[in-house]
């Protein structure tokens, strides 16, 4: 009678924190879905935070891009293009 009390007690305590838990996940939810669908204006889009795991870099310059590529191509392997393989 004790040991199923306390697997009853450890049962409920569990089922708690998973209903806790999916409260918690469904607020975060729909503040989020609230911040996508309360964005009017472009203005607003740049207010808006963001959280990322990496550092925000710019996108890079058209020039920036013409290098990258001129460079990419000078270091090719031979006969690439041509349909052969390079081995």
Do not use: C, W
């Not at 838990?21 to 607003?44: E, F, G, P």
């Amino acid at each position: 009678s004790r040991h199923f009390r306390n697997r009853k007690r450890g049962y409920l305590k569990h089922k708690i924190d998973e209903l806790a838990m999916n409260s918690k996940n469904k607020n975060i939810r729909d503040l989020y879905r609230t911040q996508l669908l309360n964005v009017h204006r472009v203005s607003a889009v740049r207010q808006t935070e963001m959280h990322t795991a990496e550092p925000l870099i710019p996108d890079p310059s058209p020039f920036e891009v013409e290098i990258a590529v001129a460079n990419l191509k000078r270091y090719k392997s031979p006969g690439a293009g041509h349909g052969s393989r390079a081995v």
